[in-house]
């Protein structure tokens, strides 16, 4: 399956879920979801499609926070990445350790560094901080600007 085919499944299969796609190279495909699909849009790449979870990667972007999560199809060589937008009155998403054990520590990670929450994790413990920084305390979070007027 070619990346144009890839695409034009993935908006078959989650029509509803998918709000933009952008194809970066001919063979790495960026999907914006909605964030309530992350499991099973995950679990359709990880079960049906052979993709392989690689790793997240979390910011601040201003007046909300992204995660985008990267899978690779190691046959074909397509790497898939799925970015999720989280409001910053309610940063919380759906932990994927029930379906990948290796989203572990990242999401651990970006709970520390920007106060993520991940929703149904089993064991969010501090990795990085070990007192330097304190508890609320997220360093990788822009600092809160007033707009002006």
């Not at 914006?32 to 995950?42: F, G, M, R, Y």
């Not at 926070?65 to 799925?82: K, M, V």
């Not at 350790?97 to 651990?108: H, N, V």
Request: contains cysteine; charged residues 30%.
């Amino acid at each position: 399956m070619d990346t144009k085919e890839f695409i034009e499944l993935m908006k078959f299969k989650f029509k509803l879920n998918i709000i933009r796609v952008f194809v970066r190279y001919k063979n790495r495909v960026l999907f914006d979801i909605e964030k309530e699909s992350l499991l099973k849009v995950a679990s359709f790449l990880s079960v049906e499609q052979g993709c392989r979870f690689i790793i997240a990667t979390g910011l601040d972007a201003g007046d909300h926070f992204e995660i985008i999560y990267h899978f690779s199809n190691d046959q074909t060589g397509l790497i898939a990445n799925i970015r999720a937008c989280i409001k910053k009155n309610k940063p919380e998403i759906e932990s994927l350790t029930p379906l990948f054990s290796a989203a572990d520590w990242i999401e651990c990670e970006m709970h520390e560094l920007l106060g993520l929450e991940f929703l149904n994790h089993p064991d969010m413990r501090s990795l990085l901080s070990e007192g330097n920084w304190g508890a609320g305390d997220y360093p990788m979070r822009k600092p809160h600007q007033e707009t002006k007027k």
